[in-house]
């Protein structure tokens, strides 16, 4: 498939432009978000809608894990109007948990492409989260980099920095290279990173970013919006960006942050109406600006760092695999040694 801009690739672009007007939500409506995200990244859209709708959002933050305990332990008397968090496999946990209710909803299935939300539409991809390589530059040309599978291999001996295996991100695309290509394979890979390792698996992957810039690495597997992060504090950074590509089996991978209603929300429809402005063309913009993320849809204009970055070939499999077969990864991750 030849690379595109943006995950939406996969479904006319025409549709995307065709996104229905959100549903007008009760003006009288107070609504409450339990977000995993951070609240500066996220309140320049809930001013925004408050502003444009008159309702009211009131926000409740913590780590995703906590905000899915704390539904569960309120049963039906939550307040969660909606639940926002970042990565498939969190929203598929939540989502097979009961915690989140099926919407039906013209505007969202439109919106968000079929790979990129949940079958029975209990949650959807607000932004997109790309993982791929990123290497020093002089150290590494970009032609020895082409896939993930790439890097464990014997030549990156030494030369390879890692986040480490405990967080989400990671466990997401050992999922995805499971479904790709089986736990065999999958194991090896695994292995190969693990002995290819400079140091111990890092804390975050700004951590990882800073190791391949000091010289302890050369190359490292990062969420893109902190390269993104990087680049805008220090353009004369020596870390460049390296897009994984396909290979017939599986292509750049792809996670999102997204949304659902929750089970028991208080006001469903304000929640829905909610739900479907996140995806209009307006709070896709807010995403892209604040966020340093790939917007959902495909009209919407990237941030100029991501723009420089070139076209991609996104992974066009279903994400809630990601949650499927987490369970899976992280025993490969174990068996590998992947800390």
């Known amino acids: 498939m030849p690379p595109l801009r943006a ?52 926000l409740l933050t913590d780590s995703a894990a906590s905000l899915s305990e704390r539904l569960a332990r309120e049963g039906e008397g939550s307040p969660a109007d909606l639940l926002m968090t970042v990565d498939a496999g969190n929203l598929w946990h939540a989502a097979e948990r009961g915690l989140l209710q099926p919407v039906d909803s013209a505007a969202l299935a439109e919106a968000v492409p079929e790979h990129l939300r949940d079958p029975q539409g209990r949650w959807y991809a607000l932004s997109l989260r790309l993982r791929t390589m990123v290497y020093r530059d002089g150290a590494v040309q970009p032609g020895e980099l ?5 890097l464990a291999e014997p030549r990156w001996r030494g030369r390879l920095c890692l986040r480490t295996s405990k967080k989400i991100y990671n466990q997401s695309l050992a999922a995805m290279l499971l479904d790709a290509y089986g736990s065999d394979q999958t194991l090896a890979i695994l292995k190969g990173w693990v002995a290819n390792l400079a140091e111990e698996p890092f804390s975050s992957d700004t951590l990882a970013l800073r190791a391949v810039a000091d010289g302890v690495c050369d190359v490292t597997l990062v969420n893109t919006y902190y390269l993104a992060r990087l680049v805008i504090e220090d353009p004369e950074t020596p870390l460049r960006l390296k897009w994984a590509e396909a290979d017939g089996d599986m292509g750049l991978h792809v996670n999102i942050s997204g949304a659902g209603i929750a089970r028991h929300a208080p006001h469903p429809e304000a929640a829905r109406a909610f739900l479907e402005w996140l995806l209009s063309p307006e709070a896709q913009r807010i995403y892209a600006e604040t966020g340093l993320e790939h917007p959902v849809r495909a009209d919407i204009p990237l941030h100029p760092v991501l723009r420089d970055w070139g076209a991609f070939t996104p992974d066009q499999r279903p994400l809630l695999r990601s949650g499927e077969l987490q369970a899976e990864a992280v025993q490969l991750m174990q068996q590998a040694g992947y800390r």
């Open 146 to 150: 082409s896939h993930y599978r790439d």
């Open 7 to 58: 995950l939406a690739s996969s479904c006319c672009v025409a549709i995307l432009l065709t996104l229905p007007a959100c549903t007008p939500a009760p003006q009288e409506a107070t609504l409450t978000l339990y977000s995993a995200r951070a609240e500066h990244l996220i309140r320049p859209l809930l001013d925004a809608y408050q502003a444009q709708s008159g309702v009211r959002i009131e």
